[in-house]
């Protein structure tokens, strides 16, 4: 189903409560980018209680910027740093929204739990599975509600899919297909307005061995390990997600990838073709492709013993199926009435309940999107031990 992360946004009903300016929760913006200002979008055309009050990026431009809009819609000057730590420290932040590079995300959350203050983390959750495991256990041990940003969790239709899914409708599944692909040389960026003098390049390398300033990697480092693992967290984490939704099967059990740079030759290093193989030990294999190499479309399949979902159409039928207890005729879902992602989380940072997409949610994604990461690396199949947490 092809569904924009803006699009969730427009299916969120208004609130109708009307708060008052001290039951307002304050956020710090951590990475004042693209996925901030879709956030920031949302908070300001839409009264659900919250308001940004501290903006952290290691660019000041987009610091700035970001700053200046959030003057403006709220008309009180943002407290701005390039360093996440300084925000987390500030007693007058409630909640923090995490849209820095990946790197960063696992090490982040961690520390951001632990200064007591509630995380909204886009995805991946991680790309370290050793960071990715200390954050999912600090999360665990701790008091506070984290979200983490697959917006699938909260897709009207797939809320009805997943029930019908796992209400046995289409009997066991036991493979999925899912496809995306464009023909453009995705996360490209003009990057030559940068000046190292503006950033704050070792907030930006956060340990991680980058060398001199780069400006280059600063603006697309979607296109550069160790900043990324590539299309396994920048895409497909959202899909794999699906995989524990639908199946509720948290782990994969291997994984086996291929792909490689076959169009865009212009210097980056993650792949713009990419397949993946995921199987999970209930029995169920995950096909993942995406390319950026030709505008084929998109396919997305879910295949069980008594029939076919299609998440395309939201539609499930008996194709495919010889089962005597088949479907007897195509199913169209209806969407579930839902509020946004975003929404959610900010209602269970009052309630302190459970969001959509939790912790287990984002460690597991975690771990398919890095065993498909490390698979690629390593050119063979790689497996996963659900005892030790660990990729063996």
């Not at 200002?37 to 949302?42: A, G, I, Q, T």
């Not at 960071?131 to 256990?137: G, L, N, Q, Y």
């Not at 065993?371 to 996963?384: D, I």
């Amino acid at each position: 189903m092809q569904t924009t992360r803006r699009g969730f946004i427009s299916a969120a009903p208004a609130l109708a409560a009307a708060y008052a300016p001290s039951d307002r929760i304050r956020i710090g913006i951590i990475g004042a980018g693209g996925r901030a200002n879709d956030h920031y979008k949302e908070l300001t055309a839409t009264d659900l209680g919250a308001r940004i009050t501290h903006v952290c990026d290691v660019w000041r431009v987009a610091r700035e910027k970001f700053a200046g809009q959030v003057k403006q819609a709220w008309g009180t000057e943002p407290k701005t740093s390039t360093r996440y730590q300084d925000l987390l420290a500030d007693k007058d932040v409630d909640a923090v929204i995490l849209t820095a590079p990946d790197h960063t995300h696992s090490r982040m959350l961690a520390d951001a739990v632990a200064a007591g203050k509630d995380v909204y983390c886009e995805k991946p959750m991680g790309t370290i599975l050793s960071e990715a495991r200390d954050a999912f256990v600090a999360v665990k041990k701790s008091k506070q509600v984290v979200q983490i940003g697959t917006q699938r969790r909260s897709d009207p239709g797939l809320i009805a899919a997943a029930k019908a899914i796992r209400s046995g409708m289409i009997g066991k599944v036991t493979r999925a297909d899912i496809q995306y692909h464009f023909q453009e040389p995705r996360w490209r960026r003009d990057f030559h307005m940068v000046r190292a003098e503006d950033v704050d390049w070792e907030a930006f390398s956060f340990g991680r061995d980058l060398g001199k300033f780069d400006a280059r990697k600063l603006r697309e480092w979607q296109l550069f390990p160790p900043l990324t693992n590539g299309i396994p967290g920048l895409w497909l984490s959202h899909f794999i997600d699906l995989a524990y939704w639908f199946l509720d099967d948290p782990y994969p059990s291997s994984a086996v990838s291929h792909g490689g740079v076959y169009m865009w030759n212009d210097g980056r290093v993650t792949s713009d073709v990419f397949h993946t193989l995921v199987e999970y030990p209930k029995g169920c294999m995950v096909h993942f492709g995406m390319s950026m190499t030709n505008s084929a479309g998109s396919r997305h399949l879910w295949f069980g013993t008594k029939g076919t979902f299609n998440g395309e159409t939201l539609t499930l039928s008996p194709e495919g199926s010889k089962d005597p207890q088949r479907l007897q005729g195509e199913v169209k879902l209806e969407p579930v009435k839902v509020n946004s992602h975003l929404e959610n989380f900010l209602e269970c940072v009052r309630s302190r309940q459970t969001p959509r997409a939790d912790i287990q949610c984002g460690f597991s994604h975690a771990v398919a999107g890095i065993m498909s990461s490390e698979a690629l690396r390593l050119g063979r199949k790689v497996t996963f031990d659900t005892g030790r947490l660990e990729i063996v």
